[in-house]
């Protein structure tokens, strides 16, 4: 084989090479690929020239293998270059149906919801709101509140007790924390407590030995029944809505005097009659009344010169009735399929 | 108790429908529950308050309903005729025990089943009928709520004594229970034996039956606390024992026993012996309450009349006296809740209704009412471990033995009269409740999740209790122990809290893989891999569970969140990779402490990978991190930052025993 017959072939690869090159697309980059192997691949087009360099004479093998070397260089700067702009480019259409992927996300306890709705709308009101210990004293729980030691008033809280020679106890409701402020500051104040309390009460749908309260007293000069229906009434209606009826009737709690109980109209049967309601329309949730003045005597304050009111009411219940919960029991047994229904 | 529409009508003079009953018995909040609606009658249970024992009688409720009417009393005749002499002696031991006693022979009297109409009665009031003499004291209890009893009197030796039962006695009650009772029991005794428990239950020794031919009807005043602590002793809670807890005055106990009498004459025949009593001899002692109105106004907020006060509580049988000023009135000797003016409003507000009230929003002084120091700071906490992606849960606290027995050097508060044994303890650390959860969830199907708790723990502590507020992390099959490390890291972080300190020591809940928390060198708390030991307690073996428990008293002083601006950053930041071989036990604050020693622009380093692979030598990890350099001067060039590199490598080279590994990249 002549020298030149090889030049002539390799001048007619890098001619075809370049020529083919020209026709690939910028968003064919297989096409590309093909092209890289059709030249530069193991038996490819170069790998084909140089199996003819065997065929010459020594001196013209030297340098025909210079040309099919610079033209196996100068193809793979080439096909570097163009890989880099030869990309296939996104199909513009996206199949959108399918479900999108769940992040993953914390929740909120329902008792902790419905305490923090609770909480902003009494903190709207200039509400401040402290807390006490769950371990309290006969004194605190019961003495300084009124309730009579050995006395049927005092049955509606049976007592867990940790030691009833030092009478420590739990706290059965979150009024302590009416004395322990009152102990502290002088009126005029208005202030909410939460937290955890504890009664002797065996569990079912609607008992638990432990649950949630808030307590509420506001304590100034000139403070009056009418103030605590007011209050009440607009923190049931930011809570249940403006539609429900709210009612207040006489009840008896040992620390307040004249006492209420105050109900509002079922938000299941809207005042119809349920099971709920005991079909009487209307669902009791919170207990109330102007502070007994022997409360006050209790802690040092003028009756005459102040009158403040007092309320509590249990937060599981509020949600059993906001949320339509049906057992009390949700609340504490965490099942991750009823929390995560009020995120 | 229950009461008829009927038989409250007959201490009524004037009508009333059913309908007007209920619904003033509605607007004094007692809320009569209907149990039985006839054609002619309705009857219903209410719900009385603690201190109105007065309202657990017939009479009681047609009293408290009459101002609503015009209704008047029609009180019960109480005369009768005596056609005997003989009594029973009497004798108290201690008149604090009981106040008054009194009873009374009926001789000769004809004991059958009782008669339609009295029959009927008893029925209504939800009573099982029995012998006429029995039903009769059941229905003068009803009637005027004097609790009395009927001793069969030929079983009676000698005379009648009230006095503590002695150390060792016993009694068979008439429900054929044998009651031990001791010196904190009041019982009623003859001379020779104790024949009833005084205000709860009657003895069988003594009992009334059909062969029986001449009674003692006994009517009494016991001290209510003495009743309430045999009951509680004893165990046993009666009509007769709710009465009397509540109090009852001598009044009532004279109506009682002349109402018995004289139904027992009407309806069993007989001969009516003479009282014979003991005791105080004293009337009650009516309490005198002064009032104005401008107290009733200031406490109702209303202006109330005048005249309407006066009405009511002449209507109410109160003894009303006014002055150019005040008012001067003595209750009834039936209320003994009456004891100050605010009971006097209370009244006056019930009649005048709680829904003619208006609601008024008070005008209050603004004064910056205090809240709790924790409270913002909990809430706070709350929402970060929300954002964190954790799920809250919220346990009772009220735990088994099993569950406080994890660390043996806390003392667990133990309730003294728990429900059950699993509900005996109060938590003395949140992570058992919680993996009490997490083994319900993952039963129920719930295999990836992160759960906190934020709550209280107790124990005790030199002979006083304590409360400690807590939060506790747990990550199930959600990442490793570094997803967990790091949202705590990230939690302390948003609180602002510095100076953090972690160092490997065995916890509670992992001996190996334990991480405590130091905060200012005072430990706060763990992040641990929980032990296989005790995940097969809870079984969870095939669990990952990750968990974490901080202290947050000493957290909620000291977390800040007050945030000041800072001008980002003008020059760009550069960026170098580096990956070294290190012993396998290294430190990685070793590393960063050694780099920021070196006094380069270091802004921050950054880890982002270690591995251990077979193809490494024993002992050896590898550890790649990146260190981003700026400078608040300038833009750092190329060459500074070769030189940093070079000396991080250095460094960490000779220093540390690293072997570099590789080096690159750019920002």
Not at chain 2, 457 to 462: D, I, L, R
């Amino acid at each position: 084989m002549e020298l030149e017959e090889i030049k002539k072939k390799i001048k007619e690869v890098s001619e075809k090479a370049e020529k083919q090159l020209g026709e690939i697309g910028e968003e064919e980059p297989e096409k590309l690929e093909r092209w890289k192997v059709e030249y530069l691949g193991r038996k490819g087009e170069i790998n084909n020239l140089f199996a003819l360099l065997p065929h010459l004479a020594s001196e013209e093998r030297k340098e025909a293998g210079m040309l099919i070397n610079n033209l196996k260089n100068s193809l793979t700067n080439v096909y570097e270059e163009r890989k880099y702009t030869t990309v296939k480019k996104e199909k513009s259409k996206v199949n959108l149906s399918f479900p999108g992927k769940t992040p993953v996300t914390g929740s909120f306890h329902p008792i902790t919801l419905i305490s923090r709705e609770i909480s902003t709308i009494f903190t709207k009101m200039g509400f401040g709101i402290v807390t006490g210990p769950e371990i309290e004293t006969d004194y605190y729980n019961f003495d300084a509140l009124n309730i009579p030691a050995e006395h049927p008033s005092k049955d509606v809280w049976d007592t867990f007790y940790l030691s009833e020679k030092e009478k420590v106890l739990l706290r059965t409701h979150t009024s302590p924390v009416q004395i322990r402020v009152m102990e502290k500051i002088r009126p005029p104040f208005r202030v909410i407590a939460i937290g955890k309390c504890f009664r002797r009460d065996d569990i079912d749908a609607t008992h638990s030995p432990v649950f949630h309260q808030i307590e509420g007293l506001m304590v100034d000069k000139g403070i009056n029944f009418s103030h605590l229906k007011g209050v009440l009434t607009y923190f049931i209606t930011e809570m249940f809505g403006k539609d429900v009826k709210v009612k207040f009737t006489p009840s008896f709690f040992p620390f307040t005097e004249p006492s209420a109980e105050v109900s509002m109209s079922c938000n299941i049967c809207k005042g119809k009659g349920c099971p709920t309601c005991h079909n009487t329309g209307y669902i009791e949730i919170l207990g109330c009344g102007m502070v007994h003045p022997q409360v006050f005597r209790n802690v040092g304050y003028d009756t005459d010169e102040f009158t403040g009111f007092a309320f509590g009411m249990g937060i599981e219940r509020l949600a059993i009735i906001k949320f339509g919960i049906t057992d009390i029991r949700y609340f504490f047994q965490n099942d991750l399929r009823v929390i995560k229904q009020f995120s | 108790m229950r009461y008829s529409y009927r038989l409250i009508s007959e201490y009524i003079n004037g009508l009333i429908s059913p309908e007007e009953l209920i619904r003033y018995l509605e607007i004094l909040g007692l809320n009569p529950s209907v149990v039985v609606k006839s054609k002619d009658d309705i009857v219903f249970e209410l719900e009385t308050p603690a201190n109105r024992g007065d309202l657990l009688c017939l009479l009681g409720v047609a009293r408290e309903i009459l101002p609503f009417t015009n209704a008047s009393l029609k009180i019960p005749r109480l005369t009768f005729e005596e056609t005997s002499t003989r009594i029973t002696p009497v004798k108290i031991e201690d008149e604090n025990d009981c106040i008054y006693y009194s009873c009374r022979i009926v001789e000769k009297i004809s004991v059958e089943k009782t008669g339609l109409s009295l029959k009927e009665k008893i029925e209504k009031l939800g009573y099982r009928t029995c012998l006429n003499v029995v039903d009769i004291s059941n229905y003068v209890m009803a009637e005027t709520g004097q609790p009395l009893h009927i001793f069969d009197l030929d079983k009676i030796d000698g005379y009648v004594e009230v006095r503590r039962a002695r150390k060792g006695e016993c009694l068979v009650t008439i429900d054929g229970k044998k009651r031990e009772i001791d010196e904190n029991v009041l019982v009623i005794a003859d001379s020779k034996k104790a024949i009833a428990i005084a205000g709860i239950m009657g003895g069988q020794n003594s009992e009334v039956t059909a062969d029986t031919k001449n009674i003692l009807i006994e009517s009494a005043v016991f001290n209510p606390v003495v009743v309430r602590r045999g009951s509680k002793k004893i165990g046993l809670a009666t009509e007769a024992s709710a009465r009397f807890e509540k109090g009852i005055s001598i009044d009532t106990c004279k109506i009682g026993m002349a109402r018995a009498a004289l139904l027992i004459k009407e309806i069993c025949r007989g001969d009516i012996g003479p009282l014979s009593e003991s005791g105080s001899k004293k009337k009650f002692s009516h309490p005198v309450v002064k009032f104005n109105m401008e107290r009733v106004n200031k406490l109702s907020g209303i202006e109330v009349e005048e005249k309407f006060v006066m009405d009511l509580l002449t209507r109410l049988s109160f003894k009303v006296k006014k002055n150019k000023k005040f008012f001067i009135v003595s209750p009834p000797f039936y209320r003994n809740d009456i004891k100050e003016d605010v009971d006097i409003v209370e009244e006056i507000l019930k009649y005048r209704q709680y829904e003619t009230i208006p609601a008024n929003i008070p005008f209050a002084s603004i004064k910056n009412t205090p809240s709790s120091p924790e409270i913002a700071t909990l809430e706070k906490i709350r929402d970060i471990c929300v954002w964190l992606g954790f799920t809250e849960v919220v346990h009772m606290g009220l735990t088994s033995m099993d569950n406080v027995s994890f660390n043996r050097e806390i003392i667990p508060a133990e309730i003294e009269n728990p429900i059950s044994s699993n509900l005996k303890f109060l938590r003395t650390s949140l992570i058992p409740e919680i993996l009490e959860t997490i083994r319900f969830n993952i039963y129920h199907s719930t295999r990836n999740f992160n759960l906190f708790e934020i709550g209280k723990v107790y124990y005790k502590e030199k002979g006083s209790f304590r409360e400690e507020t807590r939060v506790s992390f747990m990550s199930i099959n959600s990442g490793n122990f570094f997803t967990l490390k790091g949202k705590i890291e990230n939690l302390f972080d948003k609180l602002h809290l510095k100076n953090l300190q972690f160092k490997e020591e065995p916890g509670v809940f992992a001996t190996e893989n334990n991480l405590a928390i130091y905060l200012d060198d005072v430990p706060i708390g763990n992040i641990f891999i929980l032990s296989d030991e005790i995940k097969e307690r809870f079984d969870l073996k095939r669990e990952e569970i990750y968990g974490s428990e901080i202290n947050l008293e000493n957290i909620i002083g000291k977390v800040s969140f007050i945030t000041f601006f800072k001008e980002p950053p003008k020059y760009p930041s550069s960026r170098r990779d580096f990956s070294f071989f290190f012993p396998e036990d290294i430190e990685w604050k070793e590393i960063e402490n050694t780099i920021l020693s070196l006094n380069l622009p270091v802004e921050k380093i950054e880890f982002f990978d270690f591995y251990k692979r077979d193809a490494i030598p024993n002992n050896i990890i590898s550890i790649s991190f990146s260190v981003f350099f700026r400078s608040a001067t300038g833009t750092l060039e190329n060459e500074d930052v070769v030189k940093f590199s070079k000396k991080i490598i250095e460094t960490i080279c000779l220093k540390m025993k690293g072997q570099l590994r590789g080096a690159d990249g750019e920002t």
